[in-house]
């Protein structure tokens, strides 16, 4: 169980930053499978709420969509998706909000709307979603995303949310804003040099005096994740059939 | 006042015409498949399409040719990608061009609510420091609270011409009630100037608890009992999410030939719903 | 995370004090008459009250000095004619002058759902044609649709201080579940900078369906297990509405003598709700 | 049953008003008699929807408040007020609005907020609760108010909603809007005359060239009518115990 990839460290990197008790704001994909690493380890009480209306939902397999069944069948309640983004969001009420993004700039800004020009992009990505409402009303903004120099970017083909990071967690290490608001390099994993992180970065970075370092996921982190994460696939990979559906 | 009990092809025939504003709504869950399969089945044309989360069903009327214009706020594969037709419409412009109206989840709801209430636009706090607003602009735009002085985001309401939902249960009424996620459902139903229904089931009582999320029969235009109606989608209670095959999608929708062909097999080829669920292997 | 389950009289000394806006919410139904009864055995003073339907628990605080100003839109005894001792403090200043902040039931509502939506103001089209502008031009002010150029009307947002609820159910979580006519409780909730709530029982498990009206217990600040906390209005599934005792209250509160000689004996005069309950012959 | 009573021919000519499958918002009252009179008679399936947030109720006894138990529970769907006034009446859902007020002037304008100045009234009334957005968005507003000098007056005290009129149905007939918007009497109930009509109306009142008969009601309405009063009133008068309460 010693060896891990660089996106299990990042996961757990994530899970570790949630607090007991802290009302989450969780989007699919990587915030999701850090979010409830952190639920099945350290943080019970989370409050996990998805978009999608789900309140207090503590899934038994990750979803693969928003809105999954699990989730509902999971929550403490399920309401209108309106009343996540006004009674919650807006509100005030969720202490820590995900996001992911195709670009991120250094200051925190970031893109998941095109690569291009918008009137006639290159890639046409997702799109906002929840994203800079989450970037405007969680207390606390974590970005989670893979380096690389096409992705940590001097200047965003669109800015899809606004920067307000309280940490941008990569595969590689966790940079943190300072007083300017530019993002600091403070932490790399094990096994990873600050050369390597500025390597991966397309803006000249800036790296702390002090380099905190980062304790290699734990055996029993580990094991919740790909426990977790062999469920979801194998929930995921079942065809569904409705063989008995309006019989 | 009791709505029309029709077959889905008459449904979507009476109340779905070329050039309308249409949404198809449901998050995830309850996506109203059927009726989109049947709208492309139909041929129709020149749709402004709305949905917060266009998802494979919109891939497809896009790719398809039914639309000119999209209103939306996450157009994406969920969990697995891209929507491979979405970009190829507004990357490349086929199978022509299409216009696009973009917002937030945020904005798109406080839109739906707008209309809903019968209001020419809703605000909110949103879209600050994003290029969002200058990109849409038309749609977009400050406003300014006449009591604290804070500038805030103001959005013009949406009323879709159609509205089509999916939903668990329907009874004799016609009174609908929706069960699960229900994403912006409610909304999208009340800000609607035409509300079609597609059901897993007409049953003689709801059996719904007291505060259920009930569509009053008197509001519904037409009702079309689907079983199976929201498949890939799920409908809570009835079946599950076909995760693989949103897997799958991304495969198939990646080229213009293996979409064209896909659609031309299991949508164009088969006459209704049943032999779509048939041909896909999700029955018989 | 978990709120406080405390006595009543303890959660109302802990998060009602002197100079807060209050607003005890339920429209009709669950309206939390033992938590008011409790403010006025702690003689609290100069309370901004907020409510859409001041109702006899108002009437009550009003007669008894709590209030400084009210923020409403029907100040009635439903079916049965005037608030006396609200009539009495607006006509005579008894026992104390009462500012007012009035509004129909569709603002109260707009600016319930503002508070809760962490706006600052909403809007409605409403007032129109009416006086009801010029008699609180404060709170209410035009606004202009920055699409349409429509003229309509902006309110501000209410944030009570404390908004207090009852509720039928409550689990050991906190989570509260309330059943039947909400009125504008969900909002009066979400806009609250504290939330209290009475219910007429604590269970292990809830047992609510899914799409219920439930508030997650990490929103609320104290909850107190006060069975027939809502009467004489009621907790449907456990007491109807004492319609009797409605009626009977138009003659206890025609004068100020009759009632604060009721008020002596039933409220001051009693310990706790039990008491109350017992001391106004609906138990024992 | 040939004798009634001037109350009852104003509710059963409000009644009669109703077509069937028309939506209506129902106020307490003489419109809430009005119009489950009218449901258990012609209009079977009228939708009354009454401001508590109880949409397509059939109740057995009438409300005393707005908010009953028993329009809950004889309701197709029970939702949260805001949306009444959102949904279906600012959407324009509703077909018929029902008010009644203290006050009512030439041109249907209402009063039911004060007598006197507003600052230092005489007499405080209840209020506006739902009925300035009734009259703005109902397609048609049915009035229903008892005739006298001292409440069909020739200047409100306050306008609490604008004049937009279908019918003004008093105890004595009824009235309704001219080309002009001023009230035109229109009806007079069997052994009333226009004189008394007039003498019981504060400013001079209009009268239609013909003045249509109005039938009196008939037994079976009659019938309907009382008993339902009657059943109401025992409902009403019998007070709550609690003692099974918290046992």
């Known amino acids: 169980m010693s060896a891990y990839t660089s996106d299990e460290m990042m996961t757990v990197a994530a899970a570790r930053r949630l607090r007991n008790g802290a009302v989450c704001f969780v989007g699919i994909g990587l915030p999701s499978a850090a979010c409830n690493l952190a639920r099945l380890t350290h943080a019970p009480d989370l409050v996990l709420i998805y978009e999608s209306g789900t309140v207090g939902t503590r899934p038994h397999v990750l979803p693969l969509s928003i809105g999954d069944g699990e989730l509902a069948e999971t929550a403490r309640s399920v309401i209108p998706l309106p009343e996540i983004f006004t009674h919650y969001l807006q509100r005030g009420r969720v202490d820590v909000g995900f996001l992911g993004a195709a670009q991120v700039d250094r200051v925190g800004g970031l893109n998941s709307t095109v690569i291009g020009p918008y009137a006639a992009p290159q890639v046409r990505l997702p799109g906002a979603g929840g994203a800079p409402e989450i970037a405007a009303h969680a207390r606390e903004v974590l970005v989670v995303m893979k380096q690389s120099t096409r992705t940590f970017v001097e200047r965003l083909d669109f800015r899809t949310s606004a920067g307000r990071v309280r940490a941008l967690i990569t595969d590689l290490g966790v940079m943190e804003p300072g007083a300017d608001g530019e993002l600091v390099l403070t932490q790399v994993y094990a096994g990873v040099t600050v050369e390597q992180v500025r390597a991966a970065c397309g803006w000249p970075l800036r790296v702390a005096a002090r380099i905190a370092p980062v304790a290699p996921p734990t055996p029993e982190e580990l094991a919740v994740l790909r426990d977790l994460q062999t469920r979801t696939r194998a929930a995921h990979a079942a065809r569904v059939r409705l063989d008995g559906v309006g019989a | 006042m009791i709505p029309a009990f029709l077959p889905l092809r008459d449904a979507i025939a009476a109340h779905v015409r070329d050039g309308l504003t249409v949404a198809l709504e449901g998050f995830t869950h309850l996506i109203p498949f059927a009726a989109g399969h049947e709208i492309i089945r139909q041929r129709r044309r020149d749709l402004t399409l709305v949905r917060m989360t266009p998802d ?69 706090r949103g879209y600050t420091g994003t290029d969002l607003a200058a990109a849409n602009a038309a749609h977009i735009r400050p406003i300014t609270c006449p009591f604290t002085g804070e500038t805030l985001t103001a959005l013009p309401a949406l009323t879709p011409d159609v509205t089509i939902l999916h939903a668990q249960r ?50 519904v235009a037409a009702i079309s009992a689907v079983p199976g109606g929201a498949y890939p989608s799920y409908a809570l209670g009835h079946y599950p999410r076909d995760n693989a095959f949103y897997q799958a999608w991304d495969g198939i929708a990646r080229t213009r030939e293996s979409f064209t062909a896909w659609m031309a097999t299991h949508v164009l080829g088969t006459a209704d719903h049943a032999a779509f669920l048939r041909s896909v292997g999700g029955t018989g």
């Open chain 2, 56 to 124: 494979l069903i919109y891939d497809q009327l896009i790719g398809m040719g039914c639309a000119r214009a999209l209103v939306f706020s996450w157009g994406g594969n969920p969990g697995v990608g891209s929507l491979h037709r979405l970009r190829d419409a507004i990357e490349q412009q086929w199978p022509g061009p299409l216009a696009i109206d973009e917002h937030s989840h945020a904005g798109m709801a406080v839109r739906y609510a707008a209309g809903a209430a019968g209001l020419p636009f809703g605000i909110l």
């Open chain 2, 170 to 219: 329907a009874d004799r009424e016609g009174n609908v009630w929706l069960r699960g996620i229900v994403g912006a459902s409610r909304e999208a139903a009340m800000a609607a100037r035409t509300l079609v229904v597609t059901v897993e089931e007409v049953v003689d009582a709801l059996d719904a608890p007291m505060n259920a999320f009930v569509i009053p029969g008197w509001q």
